[in-house]
């Protein structure tokens, strides 16, 4: 559980307006967002009984106050993902927050939403006494970290679990603990982004890795210099400060610890004493920062040994010299027989001389100063490989973080000697059999009503890579307590080089008719009694439409023989072993159905195989076929701004009145591909977008439209673009009469904004 104070931004509205803004959102979220909503609401200390009558008793109440601006506080108490509050633990807190803060008698209104993963309760408690009429000052300012305990004693008396980096728990005896936690040193924001840039390790973190325990436990200076030397760093005093030098890299020993101050040292060691003498110490090779694209940064490291700088400026200084030498013969030779004419003959030439030779000079280095002087330093790691045609790996460095999150290694548990259950004796055969290099774990619990609670295993900080096999088989115990609990356990394999379609949904006719086709599945289950689920295996190919080309195999093979809503390759399917825990398929006895792996056998389908070779020919030839297409329609001059925009309007109300669509995003796209089909350009479509698109919207969403609209407009002349169009071919005209008609009208259409 985390909590968070909330702090007002816009100190310009009245009192009267913000109050009655924050507890009409606690009260009814889906008015300010439709995807909000409200599982409990309730109140404290009110003499009015419905929502309009607390709030203006609340604000009359908070104007009372002269010297405060805003007596009411508002808290958010989060849960975490897996974690379901009842109302009567949601009413518990708020009692438990009154009475840690000394707001018992207080006002409060209080709501449990539910738009987010997580859980939250939003809290608007009055600080003004409702009898002495003066604002109480909780803790003295120190709220905050009241409200850290107060997280300590709900988790501790309902049972949730805490968060890694909690501030406070409670003992055994029921007693208070703050938890203390180790220092946490990183690098500088200057220093990470050097290494973000070369990927290699900063002087100032190989500092904090190498020095920072040696500086922190030593007992004398000899022993800090000796030990600092063994690890190829050196400590010196410099003015009132001192640094440790990462070879030749001059490090601030304070940035490594703020502890590590001159003053500070010396109050620990004594007086400051030089080593006695300079230790002779091995080069500091780099070292990589990240494992992600390791191979490709060891040849960036090879590439960047690049002497173009000191090539060019060695070219520069030789052409100097070289012109320089040829003055000096050309003074020898023209003034040596001119003493004998005069001094004044010999002056005059030599100015002569003088002038030539300067502008010479000078031509010389402008000619240098336009070349293009090659960056010193090193290149950045990301451009060097976008340079050589490496986007994705580019891609995989530029979210390194999300690829591999700073966490510690899962430890892999050895095999437990407890009798195996289904579970495990069938998580053998499936992971052999579906050869995947990792498993996304997804636990999704129904509802009473309907809904589904969903959450990933292994997701930390908004990412999630799946486990191991290795990793999975420790999960097991893990996932057998939550399938008690009543959840779903659903498997989600993952691969670098290979897909694994899944067709759900089968029946045994179905089934036979796949077999018949030619379709070997690597993995077969029986979901529920009658009803089948099968993983196909296939290499994925050297494309850049892999994603696509696996999305439209799994479409096809579902639309034959499975569900026909399923379109996406990467999808969760039934955990072998496992229960299926749909209210429908419980028994009369209250038991339900296990997961069953009826086949499990490692090869790739090679009739799969061929279907995505044909989809990728697919995708050349419409890619081979838009150029000329495209080379046509750039032809025609982009239509004016104002006829763009009147077909944008016209194309708007006519999908409004035939589609309920929700995603606006989704109306652009459709309006977009409309353009392009009745020959406007992609410039002058995404311009239309630009300016037409936040039109449409109640309120500002606060993205970059100008992006935006270059990204509606690029897919809409793009492969896929080509596919959509071959699929509404027969609508063109009728798309080219909806625009004639608009202009036939020559006026602004009446929108009806959502």
């Not at 090659?374 to 390194?400: I, M, N, V, Y």
């Not at 004796?425 to 619990?445: G, L, S």
Request: glycine share 6%; with cysteine; hydrophobic share 35%.
């Amino acid at each position: 559980m985390i909590v968070k104070k909330v702090k007002y931004t816009d100190t310009d509205k009245p009192k009267v307006w913000q109050i009655g803004d924050l507890v009409d959102y606690i009260r009814y979220p889906h008015n300010t967002n439709a995807q909000e909503k409200i599982a409990h609401a309730g109140s404290r200390n009110f003499f009015a009984a419905t929502h309009n009558g607390q709030k203006v008793e609340m604000i009359a109440l908070a104007q009372e106050s002269v010297h405060s601006k805003m007596p009411v506080s508002h808290w958010v108490f989060s849960w975490q993902e897996h974690e379901q509050p009842t109302r009567a633990q949601v009413d518990e807190l708020v009692d438990i927050f009154l009475e840690h803060m000394g707001l018992v008698g207080h006002q409060a209104v209080y709501g449990l939403h539910y738009n987010t993963e997580n859980y939250h309760v939003h809290i608007a408690v009055n600080r003004m006494h409702p009898v002495t009429g003066k604002a109480v000052q909780p803790h003295k300012g120190f709220d905050k970290e009241e409200a850290h305990k107060i997280v300590a004693l709900v988790e501790h008396k309902q049972g949730w679990a805490s968060e890694a980096n909690s501030r406070y728990s409670v003992l055994e005896s029921g007693e208070l603990a703050r938890n203390m936690r180790p220092k946490k040193v990183q690098p500088r924001q200057e220093a990470m982004a050097v290494e973000h840039s070369t990927g290699e390790k900063s002087a100032q973190r190989i500092a904090q890795e190498r020095g920072h325990d040696i500086i922190k436990n030593a007992t004398s200076w000899p022993e800090l210099h000796q030990k600092l030397a063994e690890k190829g760093l050196r400590f010196e005093k410099k003015g009132s400060g001192a640094i440790v030098f990462v070879g030749d890299i001059a490090v601030k020993a304070s940035s490594i610890d703020r502890d590590f101050g001159m003053n500070k040292l010396c109050k620990k060691l004594g007086e400051f004493v030089p080593a006695e003498a300079p230790p002779s110490l091995e080069k500091i090779l780099p070292e990589p920062v990240s494992e992600v694209n390791l191979e490709e940064w060891r040849d960036y490291q090879k590439d960047i040994s690049m002497p173009a700088l000191e090539q060019h400026e060695a070219k520069k200084q030789q052409q100097l010299e070289v012109m320089k030498a040829r003055h000096s013969n050309e003074r020898k030779q023209i003034l040596n027989g001119l003493g004998k004419r005069g001094l004044p003959v010999l002056n005059a030439e030599r100015h002569r001389l003088k002038v030539r030779q300067r502008g010479e000079w000078h031509q010389l280095q402008q000619q240098q100063g336009r070349k293009k002087t090659p960056k010193a330093g090193k290149p950045r790691f990301e451009t060097w490989l976008r340079g050589r045609g490496l986007h994705t790996q580019a891609d995989r460095w530029r979210h390194r973080f999300r690829i591999q999150p700073q966490r510690p290694e899962l430890p892999v548990q050895q095999p437990s000697t407890t009798p195996s259950t289904p579970a495990h004796e069938q998580f053998k055969h499936y992971v052999a059999a579906v050869n995947a290099d990792r498993v996304r774990v997804t636990c999704i619990r129904m509802k009473p009503e309907g809904e589904k609670k969903v959450f990933i295993l292994d997701k930390r900080d908004g990412a999630s890579q799946g486990f191991t096999p290795a990793e999975l088989a420790a999960h097991l115990p893990e996932m057998l307590r939550l399938q008690q609990r009543g959840e779903n356990i659903y498997y989600t394999p993952l691969s670098e080089d290979r897909h694994h379609i899944l067709i759900d949904d089968m029946t045994r006719e179905s089934m036979e008719r796949l077999y018949a086709d030619g379709f070997r599945p690597a993995v077969v289950l029986e979901s529920s009694p009658g009803n089948y689920q099968c993983v196909l295996t296939i290499p994925k190919l050297q494309s850049p439409h892999n994603r696509d080309v696996g999305n439209r195999i799994t479409e096809r093979l579902n639309k034959l023989y499975g569900d026909p809503k399923l379109s996406g390759c990467i999808h969760p399917h039934r955990a072998p072993g496992f229960g299926n825990l749909k209210p429908k398929h419980r028994r009369e006895d209250g038991s339900c159905p296990r997961v069953r792996l009826l086949k499990a056998e490692k090869h790739e389908c090679s009739k799969a195989q061929e279907l995505a070779r044909q989809i990728e020919r697919e995708y050349a030839a419409a890619e081979k076929a838009r150029q000329p297409q495209t080379r046509r329609n750039s032809v025609a001059p982009p239509a004016r701004s104002a006829d763009s925009a009147s077909a944008y309007y016209a194309h708007y109300e006519n999908i409004r009145q035939h589609l309920a669509l929700e995603d606006l995003s989704r109306v652009d796209a459709m309006i977009a591909l409309r353009l392009r089909a009745t020959g406007h350009s992609q410039q002058a479509v995404a311009e239309t977008v630009r300016q037409c698109a936040p039109t449409i919207r109640e309120k500002n969403e606060g993205r970059n439209w100008q992006r935006y609209a270059e990204r509606t407009a690029a897919y809409a002349f793009s492969v896929a673009g080509d596919v959509a169009l071959a699929k509404n071919e027969r609508y063109r005209e009728h798309w080219q009469k909806i625009e004639g008609a608009q202009e036939t009208r020559q006026e602004t259409p009446q929108l009806r904004l959502r």
